[in-house]
């Protein structure tokens, strides 16, 4: 990929801004360009009287590649195919080895070895009838939040615009 930097140079009387190649060229403002993205245009500025144009030397980099869409190929689809297999033996042997771990920490525990945690309160689910008196304060919050920001709304508008005073002249 080849760089060049292209500066307009507009001729006396004339517009400051020009539009070339989908490039807007601004007077006396340099403007980065590249062979990948304007290949026409580093070679049309070259012979253009308006233009001071310097181009760099041709890097070594590839020209990145147009992104596939679509459907996959099928070697794509057997790589995620293995990968996912890949992912569930390595949970299964996590959860093996997790299982392993619960064994022993239960045997030190009756053992006497290691002291048991004593596990915190489980929250309870809230019966049926609570459950709906939360939904109505939920309802009845939102509500309130709804016309608190009306109200505020409103205290703004009449704070530009105060009652009794118009913006027109007679």
């Given amino acids: 990929m080849q760089k060049a930097t292209a500066t307009y140079v507009a001729p006396f009387g004339d517009s400051k801004m020009v539009e070339m190649g989908g490039v807007t060229f601004f007077d006396g403002k340099p403007v980065e360009l590249n062979s990948y993205e304007h290949p026409h245009l580093i070679q049309k500025l070259q012979g253009n009287q308006y233009f001071d144009i310097t181009v760099g030397k041709e890097d070594d980099q590839p020209v990145p590649g147009a ?55 489980v929250p309870a689910e809230p019966k049926a009838d609570v459950k709906a008196g939360m939904s109505a304060a939920t309802a009845h919050d939102f509500e309130k939040d709804r016309q608190d920001e009306q109200a505020r709304r409103d205290a703004q508008a009449n704070s530009l615009h105060p009652p009794g005073k118009t913006d027109q002249t007679t």
Avoid: F, H, L, Y
């Fill in 67 to 121: 992104k596939k869409r679509g459907r996959p190929t099928n070697a794509q689809i057997a790589e995620a195919k293995a990968a996912a297999e890949k992912a569930e033996a390595d949970a299964k042997e996590a959860a093996e080895k997790a299982k392993v771990a619960k064994a022993e920490s239960e045997a030190a525990v009756k053992a006497g070895s290691v002291k048991a945690d004593k596990p915190g309160p």
